[in-house]
């Protein structure tokens, strides 16, 4: 080793020259032996499946009319709903609904509060009941008011025991096998991930690389106004006001993928109405474009909601979905399994 | 070859396992080979040049107390007078001059009308006398009411010709040779580089990645509001309003790293008291941070600005780097060369 060392670098080019012979070599035929295993196991076979390996196909092989250089393989995927399960209710109502308990000591006026009351008492009916203002009082007390470092601390310490209170699971357990297996062989493609998605981007970001592999600047969400200060020891804090800045959202999307991305995304997923124009937008670029569609239709695995949800309904979007010929993944038949296996 | 395909996983397996040692050995070898090379040729030897190169081998060698996961590597670099020179104006300023000429006939009003009748004669001191209004006048003329699409390719036709009506030379010349050299040094090192300018971000996406490396999603900037609509055929655009979205300048620029990145940079590079902020939250993490500021010093090369100048001033920037040891970087004395020898 050490003549090679000491060599220089004439031979050290012709290592490489060999080095690089055998790389490729070994990647075509890597390749191809990896393909004819299963890239999507969780995905029964049919037209769904079918659809997105071909389009990932399209995509990626040189010589395809519709070949899309590795630094254009942006595929966008919604969170709640699309990537993990969003019910009873997004699971970022029940990080705020926990942070309340946990801040109460602080506050003992909440007792006797509404919203705060039937939070404490775990009375849903009673949060319904104060409407959008109360479940924007609930966000306000537990999402601003504290810098940036602090607030991820608290979605830390919350994502690390917090247990969804009817499934009794880790949060991070009940994210959808398939979807992930989806995530790596996009990414094994040569496809950049991203979550957009309305639900809060310091929040998502806390646990999207562990539980996804979708790293934090590849996180789009929405965020309220956050203020650069010298804090009280003169050190500089970004502090989060109780502002909205930017709902993710709707047609927030492509306005949210246009800033944050700068490329419009060759496949879009996503499972509400909430996703339509994210959808519109990855399918109406000059080349194809894929967008999917993610339906809730197993009530005996996970959730069965479109139509008439109150919260997360699909149903303009599924009309212009059957319309325009994208993907409509029906969870019942198209996924083996919903969850991972438990830890 | 024929075989080898066809023998299976078995002996592909244990091809990959030699081909791996290979590699390694290769990469190890390899890089020794580079570092006794030079990877700032353009930098002359000092105390800045010694710092940077110092600072990048305690955030990558395994086992230094500052060591950074490549995933937390993160590099921030301002654009106009940083990566690129600002002189006489902000080349974005230039381009929208050059957008009111090629606008011109459709606006005949324009001939008698300021700011855009000095804009035509290309009159400096009567621009300067329509003020802030003036210029907030030029720039929603010529960055709104348009689609991104359109916009960008504004941008794109202009930069592919455009000069410098001083130097006359392409914009895409007039970047920092020794900042090329920086970026890929620390991309070689595993950092993520990113601009954090004030400039507008769609402006910047048109040419960064071709002329710097930064693809478009690692581009922060300023931006106006943009709206998701569908256009005339049905097909969804986004239009550009006349309406301020965010300025990512002074305390803006943490804000907009903290928005659209994420995570601390550990490295921050500016150039004038608008990059303050960005230098200050870059050094007040846990760990280790390098902030650089580039000072033009160099009349004959370059220009000479500091203090007093009223577009891009380094006055309490520059105290606060004293104070706080940060790098202060002498273009006249640190830099052998400024511009890339021309094409």
Redesign the interface.
């Known amino acids: 080793?050490r003549d090679?060392?000491s060599s220089g670098?004439g031979r050290?080019a012709r290592?490489?020259g060999a080095?690089a012979a055998?790389?490729i070599?070994?990647v075509l035929?890597?390749a191809?032996?990896f393909a004819q295993s299963d890239p999507l196991p969780s995905w029964n076979d049919g037209a769904n499946r079918t659809a997105i390996v071909d389009f990932v196909k399209r995509f990626t092989t040189d010589g395809s009319v519709d070949f899309v250089a590795p630094?254009d393989r942006i595929a966008v995927f919604d969170n709640d709903g699309t990537l993990w399960a969003e019910k009873p209710v997004p699971f970022e109502f029940f990080f705020a609904m926990d942070e309340i308990k946990r801040m109460a000591p602080e506050h003992p006026e909440w007792k006797a509060t509404e919203p705060y009351k039937s939070v404490l008492a775990n009375d849903m009916a009673g949060i319904e009941a104060a409407g959008m203002k109360g479940v924007g009082e609930i966000m306000v007390a537990t999402h601003t008011g504290m810098t940036?470092e602090a607030f991820s601390k608290n979605v830390a310490d919350w994502f690390a025991t917090a247990k969804h209170p009817v499934r009794q699971k880790p949060y991070g357990e009940l994210v959808y096998q398939p979807q992930l297996e989806l995530l790596t062989y996009l990414r094994d493609n040569g496809f950049?991930t991203f979550i957009v998605s309305g639900g809060g981007?310091?929040f998502m970001?806390v646990f999207a690389?562990k539980i996804y592999g979708v790293?934090?600047?590849?996180?789009i969400g929405s965020?309220g106004v956050?203020?650069?200060e010298l804090g009280a020891d003169g050190?500089?804090e970004?502090m989060k006001e109780p502002k909205v800045?930017f709902i993710d959202d709707g047609?927030?999307k492509?306005?949210g993928i246009?800033?944050?991305?700068?490329?419009r995304p060759i496949i879009a997923i996503g499972n509400s109405d909430g996703d339509r124009?994210m959808l519109?937008?990855t399918t109406?670029g000059s080349g194809a474009g894929l967008a999917v569609y993610i339906h809730h239709d197993d009530a005996e695995r996970e959730y069965a909601y479109d139509r008439t949800d109150k919260l997360a309904k699909l149903d303009k979007g599924w009309d212009e979905a059957v319309a325009k010929g994208w993907q409509v993944v029906s969870m019942k038949d198209d996924w083996k399994v919903i969850f991972p296996p438990s830890k």
Not at 258 to 263: K, L, Q
């Open positions: 080793m090679f060392a670098r050290l290592l490489a080095w055998l790389t070599f070994l035929n890597t191809s032996a630094a940036t950049r981007v310091e970001r690389e790293p934090p600047e590849q996180v965020s956050v203020k650069y050190k500089p970004l800045e047609a927030g492509p306005v246009n800033r944050f991305i700068g490329r124009e519109e937008y109406a």
